[in-house]
């Protein structure tokens, strides 16, 4: 397998292209996405490759072509609908939770949905409280969607081609701040099934089970507390749901301590349902609670030395994976 | 699927003018007679929830999708049991799903507000006022990059005019030229409120602002809807892009078979006259007969063949199972 | 203090018509809120006495119409916005997320939002995906907006006093089954401040921590349990945010065993949240590990036999917590 | 706030001409100056994220603001700094603001894209595309509850026009008469994407389909603009309903400070057209001369004033101490 370093962006767009030739009915549309390639240029080259036909510049109307994106699906086609920030995704909200979500189960099992819907996540990129948000949870409270996290430029190709055959409506979040992070990315065809947690780093003495942007930072946490004796595993689960509880609960019951990190708030977040089903599946193995790190519960601040606050960061988590191995 | 049912083919072009509105007869009085039906299982406490009817709009569903092939898709409202059987769905399945019944549509999991139907291109009932406009601009979108000819009719009741998501596809659906029909069916209320006081301006003026095209029918004459519906259909198979139809009607019931005491929005001097005077099928018949198409017999002789249609659809429904608890997390993921 | 017994719908009314009359920024509006009174008769006769310019019929438009309430609550009013049923507030998350819960954290704490957003929750209606959800688990994850769920007439009139007055945007949820439920109520003016939970029945064995439509649930189940010889304790934490957390772990401390139930889905849901509360707080205390009960993780179906399996019933947790207690 | 940037008042119609016409040239000179600088923050990298600039739309805000009292509001956008200022808001507290310091505006916690003073009635720039549209007209029905006479103006990019929710309260804002102006500001581009390929049909069309009084005028004259706002404001004061202006108009720098290579979009000669032959604040100027209101060196004084004043104004800001960490969980509730 020839294997080049790709950036995170050069990951999805490979992804998109290699299902866009091997799949006709795969289309894109957004704001900016043709010629623009999107503000962070992710998808740069495609309308040239694949016309205009195929990758279409929409209006600003995320509910309606949201929408128009689940008629597609339910018709023959494989949208891969563009929402630029994840932040409006609150204006999509009906579409993909009253339809994308329902429309498979509310007739019988007679229509489907295959449908990719992609955004961002994240903050620190000094953009407020409107462009800085995390609202992955709301779609994994919700049955009938799927939802997706890649860490890594490898995941990224890998777990998108796999959103793009799945036959279900699929909310796939890339951290806005990764699209320049290089990693190794074979050139050929790859799938990665969601549902399959990845264990990024392994190690003895505490587990910290972090999402999308957390990763890297719990490898870096990973990287300074090695420095003072303690082994950190690292456990991606890679999709929020569906989630693969069991390789999360065999790596604490390893270790018997975690901490859970995701970028989202950690109160009624992604960090909330990890905590649960650790401190349910575990509950005879963990030497401590649960200890979850997620965005501070505040709109995103604009002013660089509040919001840099608001995120947990390598240091703030190597101190409180420090004094976890510490007190117990 | 009995042949008197049978959903019209493209080739229905060569049919006799008497037997095609002899058939959007049968078609109107079919549903008007389902209705009573799901009327009547409310009042006998035999059916979960509730029910829109569609009683006083039956010209407007069968105007339109008698204009449509079978492979053309539909999106349908919380009022669609008329939209859904004018399409071509069995009214034993359509029952069975009222009721939750395994042999439903959905399986019973979608009841009267969800059944959608593949084999009639019925994309699904849906009780999001507006909350199709999306789905049916999507079957158009997909019909033209596939070059498969299909046309989407996208049908709302006029509350939906106060989604802003319509207005979005519209424009998007004018952009991209597609083949798609938003038909509105102006039936005066919005649950319990009337239009007037829902709605500025114009109905038609929303769709012109896009450029979309635009066109009126009286929605208690099958023949005009019909009228309208082909030349919109025609054009939009053509390429020439999305149009939108008001057509103005009446629901001869309440908001939903509960909604008995109504005299507080509307009084019943104004439903009766409706009824009276604008009745579709009395329209329909008498124009028949006029035409000598039908005389009185033959007229009632559809009726009667169509309660017994209705009357052996409801029986096959009530008698029918409910689908075992097992298949609840059956279809959540496809 | 004169109690009569009112049904939870009529103490809602009076709590918006003492709250009206007492103050005239006070307005009403939403679908069918005038002379209809709502689908379920809730604000019938206040339009009556507060005239067409305070109770005002909108057309179908939710997102127009909340975004108006944000505007006018900025500007000097205390708008009520009604959202007929809560899945429609898919339609309302922009404004409600976007600019009702962020406007005075950006604005440095120049503007306020004094608005409620007053909607529904709750299955087994036989209304079937679309009529049936309870998404109160997406505003309690979102800082800035408050979440109260009422679970008794007494408590909907307090709260809803409370929430009306309150600076800051406070979203609602009222069960629509029980909006027949009976229970006292004091005719005159009192109030139940936000973030205190409620002990709605004392126990020494097992603590029920149930919200909205599952307090009634839970209060059936420890009768049942208590023909068992199980005393069953029942908090109610009445709002998601701000949490009286301190009441719930008391319970749990006092207890060792907790179920904690909500009707939304549990999954990365409201029941998510209270769990990893309380195994992070009670770790120390807990003798079995917190269980969550809430709906299944299905679009809700329409059939009454597969409906009724989806929500928690007295019987489904009665026998959770008898197995609980045997084991622990 | 210095006499010369002072906020007109209602008195302002008994004013001359000339110091009306010399006071809004003034204002967009300072707009102009301001995001002059604004890109030398970013250029220096002394600026935190990204902001859009104003530049070339000066006479839209100008010509507007200058027909407000202070007490009426407005909402502004991602590209709000002219707004912000037209209604003004003070250059220090602004800079301050857009370089996250403590004494901007909002503390530091909103930034460029969310200025809001209640002092000038400006509810807040919005970075979300039509995020606002809700707030100004709610803002309209406070007014008219509470009887203060109060406008609102809703200023948006043409981008905006894809939003639903623009369609949802232009209704409600017809059918309650509130006094609100819907402004849009056509400067051609949604971002990188021509207006011409996101707007099906006419933008006046838009508002016109709700029976809203529409308007246009020409975005690079400020008098043009004055006199339409001026109409349309008294209109709305006096209980006649909302209105929609449409401003045609142009941004000269990128979508946001961070765009320079915009070939690929919109040519070089476009934008220097523009510059060349429709620079409101030049076309001011010499109307000005024209009509003996200044002389070229009494523009140039202005200019020079305005540069000074923007100069101190950065220099404030720079200088500012941020928030303090703590401050980061302090307005989250009131
Ligand atoms: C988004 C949304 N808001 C509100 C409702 C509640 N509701 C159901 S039907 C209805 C009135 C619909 O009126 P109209 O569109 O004219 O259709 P009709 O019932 O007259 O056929 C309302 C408000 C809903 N189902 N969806
Ligand atoms: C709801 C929403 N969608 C997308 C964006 C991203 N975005 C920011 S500005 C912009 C273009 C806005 O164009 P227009 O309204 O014409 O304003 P202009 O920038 O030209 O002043 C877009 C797409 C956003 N901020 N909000
Ligand atoms: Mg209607
Ligand atoms: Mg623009």
Request: contains cysteine; charged residues 25%.
């Amino acid at each position: 397998m020839p294997e080049r370093e790709l950036t995170f962006a050069q990951a999805v767009r490979e992804a998109l292209a290699e299902e866009m030739r091997r799949d006709s009915s795969v289309c894109i549309f957004g704001e900016d996405v043709a010629e623009a390639g999107t503000p962070f240029k992710v998808l740069s080259g495609l309308v040239e490759e694949f016309g205009a036909e195929r990758v279409l510049d929409t209006p600003i109307s995320e509910a309606g072509f949201t929408g128009i994106g689940v008629g597609a699906a339910m018709t023959g086609l494989r949208p891969v609908v563009d929402i630029m920030f994840g932040d409006f995704l609150t204006l999509t909200m009906d579409q993909m939770v009253n339809q994308a979500a329902k429309a498979h189960y509310m007739s019988g099992g007679h229509w489907k949905v295959p449908m990719v819907l992609r955004t961002t996540l994240g903050a620190t990129r000094r953009s407020a409280a409107q462009h800085s948000q995390s609202l992955h949870a709301w779609f994994s409270h919700v049955p009938g969607l799927k939802v997706v996290l890649p860490s890594t430029p490898y995941d990224a190709k890998g777990l998108l081609k796999t959103a793009i055959r799945d036959e279900n409506p699929v909310v796939f979040f890339e951290d806005k701040m990764m699209y320049k992070l290089k990693g190794q990315v074979p050139a050929d065809d790859y799938t990665i099934p969601l549902g399959v947690a990845d264990v990024k780093r392994e190690g003895d003495d505490i587990t910290l089970v972090a999402t999308s942007s957390m990763v890297q930072v719990a490898l870096g946490a990973a990287v300074l507390l090695e420095k003072e004796g303690i082994s950190a595993e690292v456990v991606d689960p890679r999709t929020t749901w569906p989630l693969d509880e069991k390789t999360i609960l065999d790596s604490v019951k390893k270790t018997s301590r975690v901490i859970v990190m995701d970028e989202g708030y950690g109160r009624y977040g992604v960090a909330a349902e990890l905590a649960a089903v650790i401190a349910e599946g575990a509950f005879y193995d963990l030497d401590a609670p649960v200890k979850r790190m997620g965005a501070m519960h505040v709109p995103i601040p604009f002013s660089p030395p509040l919001e840099d606050v608001t995120v947990p960061t390598e240091e703030t988590v190597y101190k409180a994976a420090k004094e976890m191995c510490a007190k117990s | 699927m009995s042949t008197v049912t049978a959903k019209p083919e493209a080739s229905r072009e060569a049919a006799s003018e008497k037997d095609k509105w002899l058939r959007a007869y049968r078609q109107m009085v079919r549903i008007r007679l389902f209705e009573e039906q799901v009327n009547e299982l409310y009042t006998r406490a035999l059916m979960p929830g509730l029910a829109h009817l569609y009683s006083g709009e039956e010209a407007v569903a069968v105007g339109i999708c008698e204009a449509l092939r079978i492979d053309d898709y539909i999106t349908s409202t919380h009022r669609g049991h008329g939209h859904c059987l004018a399409k071509g769905a069995s009214p034993d399945r359509m029952f069975a799903e009222l009721l939750g019944k395994e042999a439903g549509y959905c399986r019973g999991k979608g009841g009267s507000m969800h059944i959608a139907d593949p084999a009639t291109g019925n994309l699904g009932a849906n009780a999001i006022v507006g909350g199709s406009v999306g789905i049916a601009t999507g079957a158009a979108f997909a019909s033209k990059r596939l070059g498969n000819g299909r046309v989407a009719v996208c049908f709302f009741g006029e509350g939906a005019l106060g989604q802003g998501s319509l207005y979005e596809v519209m424009n998007l659906a004018q952009l991209w030229k597609l083949p798609v029909i938003y038909v509105c069916e102006n039936n005066l209320y919005n649950e319990y409120t009337h239009y007037s006081e829902t709605t500025a301006g114009t109905i038609l003026g929303r769709a012109a602002a896009f450029g979309i095209e635009t066109a009126a029918a009286d929605g208690q004459d099958v023949r005009a809807v019909n009228e309208v519906a082909t030349r919109l259909v025609k054009r939009a198979r053509a390429g020439e892009g999305p149009a939108f139809l008001q057509a103005d009607t009446y629901r001869y019931s309440g908001h939903h078979v509960g909604d008995i005491n109504r005299e507080y929005y509307r009084s019943k001097t104004e439903e009766q006259r409706w009824k009276t005077d604008r009745d579709p099928i009395k329209l329909q018949s008498n124009w028949l007969i006029e035409q000598r198409y039908a005389d009185a017999a033959a007229l009632e002789q559809i009726t009667m063949e169509a309660r017994a249609e209705m009357e052996a659809a409801v029986k096959f429904a009530v008698t029918a199972p409910y689908p075992s608890v097992d298949q609840v997390d059956e279809d959540i993921y496809a």
